[in-house]
C-alpha cells in the first residue's frame, strides 16, 4: 500500500521552491500539502525595477532555446515569450572595440575567422558535445530516474569526462581542443564577465553552460520571467508564509524522522512540523545564519563563497565618445561585453526592453535617452556613471550575492542533507542557470517521491542511456 503523501515544507520562494513545489505536487498528487517559506518577495533573483512605469528586468534576464523545462512552465501556465527586439553587441577592452557584430550574418562569420581562425567553430563543437549529453536529463526524469548527489547526476550524463569538468577551468579545457589563447582573452573571457562576473577560471561545466547561452537563441517571458514563480506556485496552491526560516530541528515520531521549521515573520517567532523539507536558499555562511539541531552526525558546514554583483538601471543618455564614436547618432551596439582589463570598471551594459513589449514599440536610437542595465562588481561611482552617461535622470542599484565563486572551492555540495530533508541550492556550484535550478527542482522531487516511497530501482542507476532505450 503506497504511503500517503508527506506534508512538506519548501524554503524559498524563488524558481527553485516554486518549480519544486510543482514538481513535488506532480509526483505526490495534488493531496499534497505544501508550505513555501518566503521572507522577501516571491520570485528571488528574477525581479524587475520600475522605470517611467514600465517595468526592466534588473537580472535573470534571458532564457536559453534548449531549456526544456521553463519552456514547459511557460505553456502550462499559459504565458508567452516576449517579442524580440533586435540589437547588435561588441566586446570593449577599454581602448577599442575588439570585435563587433553587424547585422550580416557571413560578414560576423568572416570577423571571426579573419581575428581568431578557426577558434570559434573549436568552441562550438566544444559546446555542442556538452549540450548533447546534458540534454540526457531530460530523458531520464521523464522515466522517473533521480540521482542523489550532484556527482552522480553528472557521471550519469557524461562519466567522469562530466566531473572532471567541475574541477579544471574553462580556459584549460579551451585551450585543449585547439582554442587559440587571444580568443579565449577577448570572446570567452567578456561572455563569463557578463554571465557570472568572473574570470576564464570558472570550471569548464559552468563555463560551457554559459556560452551555450551566448552562442543558442534565447528568450523570456511576457510580463517577466518571475511570472513563472508567481504561477507554478497559484498552480499548485501552496500556501506561501512571509517569514524567514532561521533553523530545522530533527525529532523522531513513531519510528520517523520529522523536521521542525524555525521561523520570524511580522508577527514574531513560531515552527511547524514536516515529514519533508526542502532547502532551495543558498545555506553558505555568507548568504544565511541557518541552524540545524538534534542531527547526529551533524549537518556541516557549506565551503565556499559568493561573487558579490551590483546592477545598476540607469536611465539616461549613454556618453558615446567614450566608446569611440563622437556622435552619438552613429553608436551602432544595443549590448556591451568587455574583456578583462584591470582598468574597466563594469562587465558589461546593454540597451534594455520593458517586459511588456507592443507591437509598435521600438528599441530607443543611440542619441536618445535609453534605460541602460549595468553590470559590475562595485558600485558605480558619479565619475564612473560620468563616463558611461552624458546625463542621467535615474539610477536603481540592486547589490546582491548572485553566484558562486567558482574558484573558491573544488567539493560540491550535497543534495540529500538528512533522510527526508534535501538541499536544492547545491546544483549552482556545477552551473548557475535558470534552467538547472529547474533541473535540479525535477531531481529532487523524483529523489524525495522515490525514497518516500522505497522505490530504489529509480536512484543512481548506471548505465541509464541502456534502460531508457530498453524501456521504450
Not at 21 to 36: I, N, R, T
Amino acid at each position: 500500500r503506497p504511503r500517503p503523501s508527506p506534508p512538506a515544507a519548501v524554503v524559498g520562494a524563488g524558481l527553485g521552491g516554486s518549480a519544486v513545489a510543482y514538481f513535488l505536487q506532480q509526483h505526490f498528487g495534488p493531496q499534497v500539502q505544501l508550505d513555501v517559506y518566503e521572507p522577501a518577495g516571491v520570485g528571488g533573483r528574477l525581479a524587475t525595477v520600475t522605470v517611467n512605469k514600465q517595468q526592466y528586468e534588473s537580472r535573470g534576464a534571458s532564457i536559453h532555446a534548449l531549456s526544456l523545462h521553463m519552456q514547459d512552465f511557460v505553456k502550462i501556465l499559459g504565458l508567452k515569450h516576449r517579442r524580440e527586439v533586435a540589437g547588435k553587441s561588441a566586446i570593449f577592452s577599454g581602448e577599442h572595440f575588439v570585435l563587433e557584430e553587424t547585422d550580416w550574418y557571413l560578414l560576423n562569420l568572416f570577423r571571426l575567422w579573419w581575428h581568431y581562425g578557426i577558434s570559434f567553430l573549436r568552441l562550438q563543437m566544444w559546446v555542442e558535445e556538452v549540450m548533447e549529453k546534458f540534454m540526457r536529463i531530460y530523458k531520464y526524469q521523464a522515466h522517473g530516474y533521480a540521482f542523489s548527489s550532484l556527482e552522480e547526476l553528472l557521471r550519469s550524463l557524461g562519466g567522469d569526462a562530466f566531473i572532471n569538468m567541475t574541477q579544471r577551468s574553462v580556459a584549460e579545457s579551451l585551450l585543449e581542443v585547439g582554442v587559440t589563447q587571444r580568443f579565449v582573452d577577448d570572446v570567452i573571457a567578456a561572455v563569463l564577465r557578463s554571465s557570472y562576473g568572473q574570470s576564464v577560471l570558472v570550471p569548464a561545466f559552468a563555463g560551457a553552460m554559459s556560452l551555450a547561452g551566448a552562442q543558442g537563441s534565447t528568450w523570456a517571458v511576457e510580463g517577466g520571467n518571475k511570472l513563472v514563480c508567481s504561477g507554478l506556485l497559484k498552480l499548485t496552491k501552496a500556501n506561501v508564509i512571509p517569514a524567514r526560516v532561521t533553523g530545522i530541528s530533527l525529532h523522531s515520531s513513531e519510528g520517523r524522522s520529522l523536521y521542525q521549521v524555525h521561523y520570524e515573520g511580522s508577527e514574531g517567532q513560531g515552527s511547524a512540523f514536516y515529514d519533508m523539507v526542502v532547502v532551495t536558499t543558498p545555506l553558505h555562511p555568507s548568504r544565511s545564519n541557518f541552524t540545524f539541531r538534534n542531527f547526529e552526525p551533524p549537518i556541516a558546514d557549506f565551503p565556499g563563497a559568493f561573487q558579490p554583483s551590483v546592477t545598476s538601471v540607469v536611465h539616461g543618455y549613454l556618453n558615446s565618445s567614450y566608446f569611440g564614436f563622437p556622435d552619438p547618432k552613429l553608436f551602432p551596439f544595443a549590448s556591451i561585453l568587455t574583456t578583462d582589463t584591470p582598468d574597466l570598471f563594469f562587465n558589461a551594459m546593454d540597451n534594455i526592453c520593458p517586459v511588456n513589449i507592443s507591437a509598435a514599440f521600438r528599441r530607443k536610437q543611440p542619441q536618445e535617452a535609453a534605460v541602460w542595465r549595468v553590470l559590475s562588481q562595485q558600485p558605480l561611482d558619479k565619475q564612473q556613471l560620468k563616463t558611461l552617461f552624458r546625463s542621467y535622470y535615474s539610477v536603481q542599484v540592486t547589490e546582491w550575492q548572485a553566484y558562486p565563486r567558482y574558484d573558491a572551492t573544488k567539493s560540491l555540495p550535497p543534495i540529500v542533507l538528512h533522510e527526508n530533508l534535501f538541499y536544492l541550492s547545491g546544483v549552482e556550484w556545477v552551473a548557475s542557470s535558470m534552467e538547472m535550478i529547474a533541473v535540479a527542482a525535477k531531481n529532487v522531487a523524483l529523489l524525495a517521491y522515490n525514497r518516500w516511497h522505497q522505490d530504489l530501482e529509480k536512484i543512481d542507476q548506471k548505465d541509464l542511456m541502456h534502460k531508457v532505450k530498453t524501456e521504450l
